[in-house]
């Protein structure tokens, strides 16, 4: 079972920054990938960007890639944080982002979809 808590959105004008967090728990948790995922209104969900606990490995849509970073902090397994710092955002980045763990490709997440937390880009 996997817990997941995001929180950070808000309303940024375009050109500004945002940073998410995800507090991620569970005993299964530090091996899975971990992923943050959005969904604007009308729109599918899409995997945004993708990374091991260790960093070594990381995934970007095109969309975001140069200006999202994904990392992670895992202390004694307990206590696992997964960030999303969005720089140089455009209006088309609004939309409720979540994260969850999963597979490799996060084609199988493991976590329950939440509220996720809300981003907004005025123009």
């Not at 982002?97 to 979809?113: D, E, H, I, Q």
Request: hydrophobic residues 30%; contains cysteine; proline residues 3%.
């Amino acid at each position: 079972q996997v817990q997941l808590v995001e929180s950070g959105g808000g309303l940024v004008q375009s050109g500004g920054s945002l940073r998410l967090s995800c507090a991620a728990s569970g005993p299964t948790v530090s091996r899975h990938t971990m992923g943050w995922f959005r969904q604007a209104p009308g729109k599918e969900r899409e995997r945004v960007a993708a990374t091991n606990w260790s960093g070594t490995t990381t995934y970007y849509a095109p969309t975001v890639k140069g200006r999202f970073t994904i990392s992670t902090i895992s202390r004694d397994g307990a206590k696992n944080t997964v960030y999303l710092q969005m720089n140089s955002l455009k209006p088309e980045d609004t939309a409720v982002y979540y994260c969850n763990a999963g597979n490799s490709r996060l084609t199988v997440v493991f976590g329950s979809w939440g509220q996720g937390t809300q981003v907004t880009v005025s123009s």
